[in-house]
């Protein structure tokens, strides 16, 4: 079993601060979201202590491993790629039409605290010049309520374990814009596309994997999602280098003011597609 206490205060350099009383949705989301999922997909949950702020899960299978750890070697298997996006979609589509699910998980504090300030406030912060840009898209992701949202969907909290992935760390979730999510994880990718050596190809292989199995398991009604991921796409990427939560791997400081400026035009001319992304983040790395 694996047992999980919230913090007020995360662990990172700068000042970020949250409610401990996202212990409690993270574990109503893991049982409203495993019925819709095929089985393993998310931990089961064991128990809960709401005034300790602790939940326990079972643990995910011996020699279950990150998605990101087979990633940062090279390993970039599709089918793992392809099952992230059909994952996503699943809840998606299930989710859509479950009023009670837009009551219980609601509130928007918590993304708040946990995205929208310490990824797109403080990001606009060091950049004022795109502080426009990043206030709309904000406004545009808070006004566009349609499913349930991880607000953490990267390859560290997708597992891989034998019955295939295992989504872990849920809480930020909350009932908002599925397009985050998309955004979320094709940026992980992108990143990774220019830090792990010798993989921007199948990179972008893995972010088309990615977005195949996501229009699939999503199904009609969803044709707006990508074009609006890739208006996140750019503050997401600008938001890994100057943002709260840097990405711990990219050190140099050329390849960083590079990949600002891979950001700033994806931000000023967003893409529709998300290879159309990849080729543009290639060009300026």
């Not at 999922?37 to 949950?45: D, I, M, Q």
């Not at 998605?67 to 099952?83: F, Q, S």
């Not at 050190?251 to 960083?256: G, M, N, Q, V």
């Amino acid at each position: 079993a694996v047992v999980k206490q919230s913090l007020g205060r995360l662990r990172v350099r700068e000042e970020w601060l949250s409610r401990r009383e996202r212990i409690h949705r993270e574990c109503a989301a893991l049982r409203a979201v495993a019925p819709v999922l095929p089985e393993g997909a998310v931990p089961r949950v064991l128990f809960e202590d709401q005034e300790n702020f602790v939940f326990g899960m079972e643990a995910a299978p011996a020699g279950a491993q990150p998605w990101k750890t087979g990633l940062m070697a090279g390993e970039v298997r599709m089918e793992l790629a392809d099952a992230a996006g059909r994952l996503l979609g699943a809840w998606m589509r299930e989710s859509t039409g479950r009023t009670g699910w837009c009551g219980e998980f609601g509130d928007l504090t918590v993304f708040g605290e946990l995205r929208v300030d310490p990824y797109y406030r403080f990001t606009a912060d060091r950049h004022p010049e795109l502080r426009n840009r990043f206030a709309a898209l904000i406004e545009e992701c808070l006004a566009r309520r349609i499913s349930l949202v991880h607000g953490d969907y990267s390859p560290k909290n997708l597992l891989v374990t034998p019955r295939g992935l295992m989504v872990i760390d849920w809480e930020v979730v909350h009932w908002g814009d599925p397009s985050f999510d998309a955004a979320f994880l094709t940026n992980h990718l992108v990143l990774k596309s220019v830090c792990v050596p010798g993989s921007g190809a199948s990179m972008a292989e893995a972010g088309a994997a990615f977005w195949r199995g996501l229009r699939a398991a999503a199904g009609p009604g969803f044709e707006w999602l990508e074009p609006a991921a890739m208006r996140h796409l750019g503050c997401l990427l600008l938001a890994r280098i100057d943002g709260k939560s840097p990405a711990e791997y990219v050190r140099e400081e050329s390849l960083k003011e590079r990949l600002r400026g891979a950001a700033r035009d994806l931000i000023v001319r967003p893409p529709a597609e998300a290879a159309e992304a990849f080729e543009r983040v290639m060009q300026w790395t």
